[in-house]
């Protein structure tokens, strides 16, 4: 399967400590995108990258987010810190260049912070 | 990005056509608009999407009014597999400044649930 794939799927955690996620998006898909969703929510933008360069981010992103695609191929989203607010579902989403654009979703990391 | 209007939950008998409505009134004329769907603790799937024209593919098809104020996404036989939450989003195509127009705005969605 070359779909978008996250790691974990699933973290627990206690508040206060930090942790990361990794993404790897579709091979040759130079966009990538960061979501959080909440219980009964849709999904809110976090950020977006295209290639290494991070291009956007949310209000949402507070200081103790961040996010990297080092070589314009995997990201990783790290939050420091954590606070039992960020317990949420991680998505990641990829799209390749031209017109069309559309995003292809991983799984998510469902991050839990006790 | 435009607001969409969804109904919160729809029910559908396995096999029959499920149509979901959106209102989106304030589209703009170069927002395209896209249907996610997102079974149970799984990530959004893509399903569809169009400008003007209607668009079918070999999951939904797409039904946009001719003033684009609205649009209607049919799954033509719905399985028990269709039950999910489908979002209809609409996002400005990519402007010659680029920028921020690629975020999706999810709303809340419609609970599609197909029954047996």
């Known amino acids: 399967d070359t779909g978008v794939s996250q790691d974990p799927r699933h973290k627990i955690t206690k508040r206060g400590q930090n942790v990361t996620f990794r993404c790897d998006p579709i091979s040759e898909h130079n966009r990538l995108y960061w979501y959080r969703q909440t219980l009964g929510q849709g999904p809110e933008f976090l950020t977006y990258f295209q290639n290494e360069a991070q291009l956007e981010k949310s209000r949402l992103l507070s200081d ?20 039992q607010g960020d317990s949420a579902m ?5 799209s390749p260049r031209g017109l069309k654009e559309t ?3 991983g799984p998510g990391t469902r991050l839990l912070v006790l | 990005d435009a607001k969409t209007t969804q109904p919160p939950s729809m029910d559908c008998a396995e096999g029959r056509a499920a149509n979901l409505p959106c209102n989106h009134s ?20 893509y399903i569809i999407h169009g400008l003007k024209n209607n668009e ?17 996404l ?37 609970l599609l649930t197909v029954n047996p």
């Open chain 2, 56 to 72: 079918t593919n070999e999951m939904a098809s797409l039904i946009i009014t001719e003033d684009r104020k609205s649009s209607t």
């Open chain 1, 103 to 105: 995003q292809y979703f």
């Open chain 1, 64 to 83: 103790r987010f961040s996010a990297e695609r080092p070589k314009g191929s995997f990201s990783t989203l790290e939050i420091q810190r954590t606070e």
């Open chain 1, 90 to 94: 991680y998505l990641c989403a990829s």
């Open chain 2, 26 to 45: 304030t589209i703009s004329g170069n927002e395209y608009v896209y249907w996610y769907r997102q079974i149970h603790s799984q990530g959004p799937q």
């Open chain 2, 74 to 110: 049919i799954l033509p036989h719905a399985t028990l597999r269709d039950t999910a939450v489908y979002y209809c989003i609409v996002r400005v195509a990519r402007g010659r400044s680029g920028g921020s127009n690629y975020k999706l705005t999810f709303g809340k969605g419609t």
